[in-house]
């Protein structure tokens, strides 16, 4: 599976730098001057470990780490919650911004149960007379 800089940011929580140095350590720190959005690498390439005092975590790659517990696990409850009130998501009821990355996770399945519920939250929300704000439309 290949990731970017704003899949890393997302599945490890970490900041933009943070990311783009995962990327810097697969690519080469010669080979490029800076890290587009569109850059990629594969997961299976990053040398990053986890120290974790389980033993079952320790030494294993943080980002297919990550990718491996959403498959295995699916969605928290707290993750679903965030996406059924972000406002790009619930206009376009599809996974919007920093949530895109589910699309690349998350079986077929998922994605559109997801996808069924926040057009059932749209309608409601809409026929309650709420508003999106102006800059989601854009």
């Not at 005092?53 to 295995?72: F, R, S, Y």
């Not at 059924?84 to 919007?96: A, G, H, S, V």
């Not at 309650?128 to 102006?134: D, N």
């Amino acid at each position: 599976m290949k990731v970017t800089s704003t899949d890393i940011q997302f599945l490890l929580g970490c900041t933009r730098r943070e990311a783009e140095k995962i990327l810097f350590d697969v690519i080469g720190w010669g080979k490029i001057d800076r890290i587009k959005a569109s850059t990629e690498i594969e997961v299976s390439d990053i040398k990053a470990k986890l120290l974790s005092v389980n033993e079952t975590m320790d030494g294993k790659n943080p980002v297919q780490n990550a990718i491996d517990l959403l498959q295995k696990h699916g969605l928290s409850y707290t993750l679903r919650r965030q996406i059924f009130e972000d406002p790009r998501c619930l206009f376009y009821c599809d996974l919007r911004g920093r949530y895109r990355t589910l699309k690349k996770i998350l079986p077929k399945d998922q994605i559109e149960s997801l996808r069924h519920t926040l057009k059932t939250r749209r309608a409601d929300f809409v026929a309650s007379g709420g508003r999106f704000p102006k800059g989601v439309k854009g």
